[in-house]
């Protein structure tokens, strides 16, 4: 009589362990809010974002306002954020006090909020701002003007080109830095419209877009028709006052200076529309904020200011074909190498 088999089952399963595959890295999203899906400088950083999403395997959505201004939008969009369970959002933000109620509901789900360009009021509503020196954009543009002017900017008749009523923080840094280089009194730092400078012949809104500059230009040359330099929030802004001042024969003496420094912006510059702009880099602003989302997802760590600020700067360059001494500028052809990067 044959023994009986004894079949012995090797592997985990006779053991009474299971064993499950590799357990996949959860999904990493984001979102990405800007004031307008227009504006060049938004499709860079939109762009920036998009590459480095890709990139490292992050879920981006954007969003974006319908002008620049629209802060309702962009609270919609906070809202769909959290919703959808984003790991992280960045935002160039519209209403730069208003919305900060919503961000901080957006930090209490545990998303990581970083500013984009425009720091919110206060500035540490977001886990942290990466953005160009806006101040420092202003005083380069305002060196460079009074310079170039020389004597003359004594006596000087000059136009402020602002982004919208609100006061955004990134206009009201660019514009006080402006004064400081160019030697007016900027009375309360924080805000615009309340200096005495003889010099100063108004404010007008622009909406960061070339028509408002256009209007914006026009209603300011009805004030004063001897204006003869021109502060603008953007270089859209800045193309639009061109145009008013070139329907009335005051495109040629004139002195327009501007912060961007796009592709379209430099060229303008190189065209002698715009005497000299400030460069920014929204393309890296963007991507650095992916990365810090991707860092914060898979650590907790969260990213850190620059040495001896309170936010991550991104850089800033004047941009000019007519250098003045002693501040630091490159020519268009390097600006048109580095646009936006």
């Known amino acids: 009589m044959k023994k009986p088999i004894l079949s012995v ?17 959860a999904d990493v999203s984001a979102c990405l809010i800007t004031k307008t899906d227009t504006n060049p400088f938004f499709v860079k950083m939109k762009e920036g974002a998009s590459a480095k999403a890709k990139e490292l ?78 101040l420092l954009a202003g005083k380069l543009i305002g060196q460079w003007a009074k310079e170039t002017l020389g004597d003359q900017a004594k006596d000087a008749k000059v136009a402020f080109l602002d982004l919208t009523p609100s006061q955004p923080s990134v206009d009201v840094l660019r514009d006080q830095g402006f004064m400081m280089g160019f030697g007016i009194d900027t009375k309360d730092p924080n805000k615009i419209g309340d200096e005495d400078d003889p010099r100063i012949v108004g404010h007008d809104i622009t909406n960061g877009n070339e028509e408002g500059g256009r209007t914006a230009m026009e209603n300011l040359l009805q004030k004063d028709p001897t204006i003869n330099v021109v502060h603008t929030i953007n270089e ?89 001494s002693g501040i630091e500028s490159i020519d268009t052809k390097d600006g048109l190498s580095k646009c936006w990067g």
Do not use: H, W
Request: net charge negative; proline share 5%; glycine share 10%.
């Open 236 to 324: 859209p802004a800045a193309a639009g006052a061109y145009e008013a001042l070139k329907a009335v024969g005051r495109e040629k003496d004139v002195l327009i200076v501007s912060v961007d420094g796009g592709c379209p912006g430099v060229k303008n510059v190189a065209d002698g529309i715009i005497g000299a702009t400030s460069q920014q880099y929204p393309l890296q602003m963007a991507a650095l904020g992916i990365e810090a989302i991707k860092k914060f997802a898979d650590t907790g760590e969260k990213p850190k200011p620059t040495e001896g600020k309170d936010f991550f700067d991104t850089g800033v360059t004047l941009v000019t074909d007519k250098p003045v």
């Open 57 to 134: 395997g992050v879920t981006l959505k954007s969003y974006a306002g319908k002008i620049d201004g629209d802060s309702e939008s962009q609270v919609a969009a906070i809202e769909t954020c959290i919703a959808d369970g984003a790991k992280g959002i960045l935002i160039t933000a519209s209403d730069t006090k208003g919305i900060v109620p919503n961000i901080k509901k957006a930090r209490d789900a545990g998303i990581l909020v970083i500013a984009l360009d425009t720091p919110l009021e206060p500035i540490d509503a977001a886990d942290m701002t990466f953005a160009t020196d806006n």
């Open 9 to 25: 089952a090797f592997g985990a399963l006779a053991l009474g362990v299971a064993f499950s595959a590799p357990a996949k890295a």
